[in-house]
């Protein structure tokens, strides 16, 4: 799991969000493609829904192939060149790269707002930590509650 510190964040006025915008840095596996090749799409999935595989396609973000984390509801840029005729397939391996190294910015947040006991990446790794059983709600310092509520 990689550190989540806000400190050296800067978000542009851009209307596109991508996952660089949001955690502040890139990752290895959008830059070598080697680091994804062996990924086992099928072996990766979690239970036996394969459908959710034909649901990520490779886009563009920016001008830039990219593929979307909908757990974080933003893009991954892919910074290789992607063989043409495997579009989808390094698209796929990418992003299960992502959430299984726990780099998707909406597993970030799950230290903070899981309300309720889950595995901290989902069913993409098996024996992945638990996160979100000792939640307690918000409260801003110095703030009370108007009184008659």
Known sequence: MSDFDLSARHLTTRQGIDT???T?????YQ?????VDDIDLEAATPGEDINWLEDIHLME??????????YTNAFLKIHFPVP???????????????LQEGNSYGIWLKHKHAKFPQPELGSW???SPTVGDNWKPPRLEGWEPPSGH
Do not use: C, M
């Not at 830059?31 to 680091?35: G, H, I």
């Open 24 to 28: 502040g840095q890139t990752f290895p």
């Open 125 to 127: 790794l098996e024996n």
């Open 84 to 98: 043409e005729g495997r579009e989808d397939e390094y698209a796929r391996k990418v992003l299960v790269k992502h």
């Open 31 to 35: 830059f070598d493609p080697s680091l």
């Open 20 to 22: 660089e915008e949001l």
């Open 61 to 70: 973000e920016d001008g830039i192939p990219a593929v979307f984390d909908r």
